[in-house]
């Protein structure tokens, strides 16, 4: 007969500790474990999740590398707690599934939090998977979409889209006089943001546009929309879409004889949409925007130059972006002492920082600055309205 051996007490009892250690785990809340991807020393493993190939591959540039300047500048410091910070850049190519991939790669890899992305659509497929892993994420994307969410692990480094459009269209209106106002926006996360926030910002000054032409995100020939702007004779359009898109559509309108300006957000106020557009054809367009240029504040002068002797480049909004978004992490980290998860998100929460972009205070939304400014092209350049 054969005999069924017992374990000992002591491996019964390590069994037990286990599988109660694994239910415990099983039972927590999202985020709600202080280690969440980090340990205690080493370096401190920052990853940057932007689109670095396709169309949006200039953006998710400008992101790294005003992400990476931050970073650079506190470790030329010393780091945190004596811990160096370790950036790494990850290619979204733009597409949420792939995003998605990525968050779970990073939770994996225990990334102690995220700077990007700066697509509102890619944003919001990683979110569930980082909100899970209790990873904080410092997006540049703008659509109020990302305010729906209602994640805590989800910070802005910017406003949204209501606060662009919202001082654009009082700009607009009760400024410039403007009755006849056309819409082309395209159908994207970011787009569709723009669309909506636009319509709700002049419907509530009492203006319905003359005509809303809605494109896809993969065009590139916008004749018959902008015929029938044309038609419509308006006094200003509205663009929203991306900085490549928005350049071709100014383009071809100007080939078809609409002569009146243009007006949008963050994308227009970039050099990719002027030199898309051409120097020309951009001149005159209206800018919503929380950072005009290089020259506004000792500040913006100050982090100008520094990415100047870095990238050999002008910085523009979306460098300033990531590095505001960037110096907050960093600040939070400070004065958390490398917290984790939610200790992390909450420090974050918490932190007051004067930035390129204005003074950053976070409410329960993950919206820390509520106020933009109007500019205008002028031979090339975003400048502010006089």
């Known amino acids: 007969m054969s005999r069924i051996s017992q374990p000992s007490a002591p491996r019964t009892l390590f069994a037990a500790a286990i599988a109660v250690a694994a239910t415990l785990t099983a039972c927590s809340a999202p985020g709600d474990s202080d280690k969440s991807g ?25 992101e790294y590398k005003g992400a990476k300047l931050a970073v650079d500048e506190w470790n ?13 850049s990850f290619d ?7 995003g998605t991939n990525l968050a779970r790669k990073i939770s994996s890899e225990h990334y102690i939090a995220m700077i990007g992305t700066a697509e509102s659509a890619v944003t919001i497929a990683m979110a569930p998977v980082l909100k899970q892993a209790g990873i904080p994420n410092i997006t540049s994307g703008q659509s109020d979409g990302l305010v729906a969410l ?3 692990f989800l910070f802005l480094n910017g406003p949204t889209s209501t606060t662009y459009d919202s001082t654009l269209t009082k700009h607009l209106i ?15 996360s970011y787009g ?11 419907k509530d000054l009492g203006v319905t ?9 993969d065009q590139k020939e916008f004749s018959a929309a902008l015929t029938k702007i044309r038609a419509k004779k308006p006094q200003v359009v509205f663009i929203g879409s991306e900085e490549v898109e928005a350049g071709l559509i100014v383009k071809q309108a100007r080939d078809l004889g609409i002569t009146v ?42 982090f100008a130059a520094a990415y100047k002797a870095a990238y050999g480049e002008d910085a523009e909004l979306h460098g300033a972006k990531a590095y505001d978004g960037t110096s907050i992490l960093l600040t939070a980290l400070k004065n958390s002492k490398v917290a984790t998860g939610k200790k992390l998100a909450d420090a974050i929460r918490a932190t007051r920082y004067d930035g390129l972009l204005g003074q950053f205070q976070y409410g329960a939304d993950g919206v820390g600055i509520t106020r933009t400014s109007i500019g205008v092209i002028k031979s090339g350049a975003l400048v502010a309205q006089n």
């Open 76 to 88: 030329k410091k010393g780091g945190i707690n004596g811990r160096k910070i370790e950036l790494k």
């Open 209 to 217: 546009p003359v005509t809303d032409q809605v494109v896809t995100t």
């Open 174 to 188: 009760q400024d410039k006089g403007y009755k006849k106002i056309a819409m082309i926006t395209n159908n994207g």
């Open 261 to 302: 300006p243009f007006a949008g957000a963050a994308p227009q106020g970039t050099p990719v949409f002027t030199e898309t557009a051409g120097k020309e054809a951009a001149e005159g367009t209206i800018v919503s925007s929380p950072y005009l240029g290089n020259d506004v504040s000792p500040a913006a002068q100050k």
């Open 92 to 98: 979204d190519q733009g597409d949420p599934t792939t």
């Open 38 to 62: 980090s340990s205690d020393s080493g370096p401190i493993k920052i990853a940057v999740v932007d689109a670095r190939s396709g169309q949006l591959s200039s953006l998710g540039g400008w």
């Open 150 to 152: 209602k994640s805590e």
């Open 192 to 202: 569709t943001g723009e669309h909506d926030a636009f319509t709700k910002a002049v």
